[in-house]
């Protein structure tokens, strides 16, 4: 598989370098609230190939987890998606434009946990607890697998098995609270696997978590990537994580992709300040630092914004009338490589 040679522009070259799993152009998904209209993603298109580790990183905010429950439909009201298109290429070949199908109806349930899974940031709150562990597990797999009990049973127990649950057959009958929050998150990623979907979207799965659990998480997503051959959609705003297991990286800002290319541009060449500042602002061994940089301002909210680059009032490289009269777009600066900013490129976007 030709992982570099993926594109994420959408366009017609590159889809023919690698075979697509999801394809997601000029995604739009807005929040009608009193304050007016929220753009939390802002015509965002990329591209995640056949067992391709992508990353989506960014400060909080920026609308990494809106875009990832854009995929799997359950974008929160008042929310909805406006504009764009996300193409999924299922097992058999077909392509679906979820954006397009109802989000309780039969055809996205019937992708949604199967076809693609996610891993929730925050396991406590993603499982019942009023219901066992083995029930949870079992429930997915008697949905898309198979609808005999005792099978289901057995796929649940090789699952937990897999992502190293001691004593299986004893936590199949435990409670979440019974769990450390490593091993919940173990259990959530069972749950994701259980029916071998073929994309995987992982939602900073290691927030909250000691380093060394956060290790054995990261060698367990990998592992299970390699060994189901599936696609991940890894979001964090740990640069390290994605330096150490990712493919291709897109950055976000204030729900727009700003920058993306491969791993080794992002982190050798970055083209966008707002790159430059996230590298900026991240420890490295064997450097002595008086102190580490820091981004000043915070990500603004997207309501009612003004006509202009939406890093504008936080870049130490911005350019007065240009970049706070107009949007730049997102230009191919060198190959493979993608950024939205006047430094490198004077086209505009068409702003709606």
Known sequence: ??????????????????????EV?????????????????DRVSFTIAEQQMFGLIGESGCGKTVTAQSLMRLVPKPGQIVGGSINFFGELGGKTDLAQLDESGSE?????????????????SSLSPIH??????MEAVRLHVTRNKREAYEIALEMLDLVGIPNPVQRMEEYPHHFSGGMRQRVMIAMA???????LIADEPTTALDVTVQAQILDLIAQSQAQFNMAVLYITHDLGIIAEICDKVAVMYLGQIVEHGSVRDIFHNPLHPYTRRLLASTPRIGQRRSRLQTIEGTVPTPID?????????????????SCNVAMPALVEIEDNHFARCFLHDERQEAVL
Not at 1 to 22: F, V
Not at 25 to 41: I, P, Y
């Open 132 to 137: 066992s562990i083995g029930n949870q597990l």
């Open 1 to 22: 598989m030709m992982r570099d040679e993926l594109l994420m522009d959408g366009s017609a070259d590159a889809r023919k370098q690698a075979q697509s799993i999801i």
């Open 25 to 41: 152009d000029n995604l739009s998904v807005h929040f009608h609230v009193d304050e007016g209209r929220l753009k939390a993603v």
């Open 193 to 199: 696997l259980s029916c071998r979907p073929r994309l």
């Open 305 to 321: 914004l003004p006509i202009a680059c939406g890093f504008y009032a936080r870049c130490p490289d911005r350019i007065d009338g």
């Open 108 to 124: 996205i349930r019937a992708i949604r946990g199967n076809e693609i899974a996610m891993v929730f940031q925050e396991p406590m």
